[in-house]
Each structure stands twice: as C-alpha cells, then as structure tokens.
C-alpha cells in the first residue's frame, strides 16, 4: 500500500452550486482578492475532480470577509477531463498557465470583460473538445473571431481552440503568432499564414499531427521558435523565407515525413536539432548566408541523399551535425569553415569531402566512415585534428601532410 502526502494548494474553499472551489488569498488587503487553484499542489491535484457545469462566483466569503475572484491559477483545473462547461466570474482579470490543460471534455469557454491576461503556456492545452474560445463583447484587450482566440488588436493570434480542425486561414492584420497557439491541434490539416506575420514563437505548432503537405510562409516571417513545428509528422516540404536569420532548436525536428527542405537566403544559424531526425528527408538546400550549424541539426536525416554543399561563409559545424546520414556520398565544405565538431558525419555514407581553407579544429570520429575514401583540405595551415577523425583507409589529400603526420594522424 502506498501513501501520497498531498501538499495542499489552497487557503480555503467554498461549495458553490454543489461544486467544492478552492482558493488562495492573493491579498488579504483591501480590495480582498483571491484565484481559484487546485485542491493540491501534486498529482492528483483532486481527490474528487470537478465535473459536469461549473460555475465560479464573482465573490466569496470566508473569515468574515468577502473576497473578489480574480484569477485563474496555475494548472488549477488540470485534467479534469469531466468538466462539460465553465462560467467563468465577470470580475476575472487572468488566467494562468495550464489553468484548463487536458480539459477533454469542456466544449466551449466565454472569456469575460475584465479578462487582462490569458498567460502564454497552453491555458487550453489538450481541451480536444473545445470548438470555440468567445469572448465577451466589453473586452478591450483580447477578441474571438471564428471561436479563435486574439489580442483586441488583431496583432497576434493567442490561441486555437484544441478541438477545431480542417483548413485554418490566418487573417493578414496577424504578425504573430504566439507560443503555443496550435499545441497539439491535431485536427488542423492546413494553414495559410497571413502577409504580415514576422514572428512564429516556441512550440506554436508543436504535434500538429494532422498538419499535412508544404508550409507556404509569408515572405515577411522572421521568426522561428523553439520546437515551432516539431513532431509535425504529415509535412512534407518546408521552405523558410529570406527573411529568417535563425531557425532555432527543435524547430522541424521529427517532422519525420518531410522530404524536402530549402533554407532561406539570409539564415545564418542553423539551431541544435533544428531539423532532426527528419528520416525521410531526401533534398536540402541551404542558403548562402550559413554561418553556424549546431549541434545534430540534422541527425538521424538517413534518406538525404547525394552531394551536400555547404556555402563559403560556413565558420561552425556542431557535433552530430550529420551524423547517421547514410546517403549522402559527398561533401563540399565553404572556405570560411573553422570547427567541425566531433562526430558530425559519424555513419554516413560520405566517400569524398572537401574541406574550405580556413578551417583549424575537426573533432574525434568527425567523419568515421566505412565509406569514405577522400579528403582534400584545402588549408595552407594545419588544422589541429584530433585522433580518429577518418577512417584509417582514407586517402588524404592536403598541402600540410607533413605536419598532420606529426600528430599521428595519418
């Protein structure tokens, strides 16, 4: 038998309509507010869960003194999965992060008039039932059209309601599109960005499983966030606009049915595991502008196949980088290139590289390959090039042998 010892989330709690509420004091001041929290501060955050309809009071007494409901609190309804519908008090001014997160059952919520801040991590995380977030019409800072969720001004897209789905048009007044929008939105299968979106933000489409064919960006976007598109599995194409300077972390990793990539014009960085694991992506093409390519960013790409070109301005290449590309026979590497990373093509198929002029540093097993049988690096100095970099059959060809050879390298 075990004992869980819940630690307890609340201050007090009130049956309202012959539903149990719990609150916490957020000041025991005047003007007396409270946020509606969960019963424990753990898992199970209940031990009898809210169900069916509930309705939260503008106001409740407790001491002799009556408190207003302003808040939300964090993860306060968590995985109640029986709720149906929630009244939500005309005086509520936020909801905090993961407030309904796995919410299944709750079909459609009003954000009231006062509402000021709905936080950024997924409110509505998972709620697969709900079709339409409202909001009523005296709000001044959010706006629901079509049921999803905006800022009043139509600048950003807050959230989509988890249980929508078909074709998602974006309106183009839309710059951004905020971090976690899409979460887990599985019933989407296809967006058409507006004109003027600049920035998409961390995990905004996050395991959009339904998401299906090529992502058509806007060419005014920027922006790409962590984990943007990751887990995306029905992509196929991706092309990120000339205007992005970096695709951060994770951003299309997993997208494990993307076949095609080309990378923008003026991207300089390539974030860690930006694309990998993409396992059926066959064609990449990056821009000019390649500067950093991070760690794994594209490892595990087993089906990129052919010759890999690399663009002069290239300086970095992170550990991983390729590694477990097995298809690629060939690689050419721009002059600027000054750190390949250990094991960045460890188990590709690479038969031929050639590295540019300025490199300095390649790490241990950076291009360990059964396959490989040529190297030309084309530095006037030697690179300081650790132990087992190349297979020991590779025949190199390089205007510093004699140095390198001083290492015990070859």
């Not at 249980?163 to 974006?170: A, D, L, R, S």
């Not at 970096?246 to 494990?256: G, T, V």
């Not at 974030?271 to 059926?280: I, K, Q, S």
């Not at 991070?294 to 663009?311: Q, R, T, Y």
């Amino acid at each position: 038998m075990f004992l869980i010892n819940h630690i307890q989330a609340y201050d007090f709690s009130a049956v309202h309509q012959g539903q149990t509420i719990y609150y916490k004091i957020t000041s025991s001041i005047a003007p007396y507010t409270v946020e509606v929290v969960s019963q424990n501060d753990e898992y199970p955050i209940y031990t009898n869960f809210p169900q069916g309809v509930l309705t939260i009071p503008d106001t409740v007494s407790y001491g002799n003194i009556t408190y207003t409901v302003e808040g939300i609190g964090y993860a306060a309804f968590w995985e109640c999965d029986k709720l149906t519908t929630v009244y939500l008090p005309s005086t509520l001014k936020y909801i905090a992060e993961w407030a309904f997160g796995r919410c299944s059952g709750l079909s459609s919520i009003t954000i009231p008039e006062n509402v000021e801040a709905i936080k950024y991590l997924f409110p509505f995380q998972e709620c697969t039932s709900l079709l339409s977030i409202d909001v009523a019409e005296q709000n001044r800072f959010y706006k629901s059209v079509d049921g999803i969720l905006y800022d009043y001004s139509m600048d950003t897209l807050c959230v989509f309601p988890p249980g929508k789905g078909g074709e998602v048009t974006i309106p183009n007044q839309v710059k951004i599109i905020r971090a976690g929008a899409f979460y887990k939105c599985n019933n989407v299968t296809s967006v058409l960005f507006g004109d003027s979106i600049t920035i998409i933000e961390d995990e905004a489409f996050k395991g959009c499983l339904g998401l299906k064919g090529k992502l058509i960006f806007p060419i005014a976007l920027k922006y790409i966030g962590h984990e943007a598109f990751y887990a995306c599995e029905g992509l196929d194409t991706v092309i990120v606009p000339d205007a992005v300077l970096k695709i951060y972390p994770s951003a299309f990793a997993l997208c494990s049915n993307v076949r095609s990539v080309v990378i923008g014009y003026s991207v300089k960085d390539i974030g860690e595991l930006a694309f990998g694991y993409c396992v059926n992506l066959e064609t990449l093409i990056i821009g000019e502008s390649i500067e950093i390519i991070d760690n794994l960013a594209f490892s595990g790409c087993e089906k990129l196949h052919g010759h890999l070109n690399i663009p002069e301005k290239i300086r970095f290449i992170g550990i991983f980088a390729f590694s477990d590309c097995k298809n690629i026979t060939s690689v050419s590497i721009g002059d600027s290139i000054r750190t390949i990373g250990e094991s960045a093509f460890l188990g590709s198929g690479i038969e031929k590289i050639i590295i540019g002029s300025s490199i300095e540093y390649i790490g241990g097993v950076a291009f360990y390959s059964s396959s490989l049988q040529e190297i030309i690096i084309k530095s006037i100095s030697p690179p300081f090039i650790l132990n087992s970099a190349f297979t020991s059959s590779t025949k190199k060809k390089y205007s510093g042998l004699r140095a390198v050879q001083q290492q015990g390298i070859v």
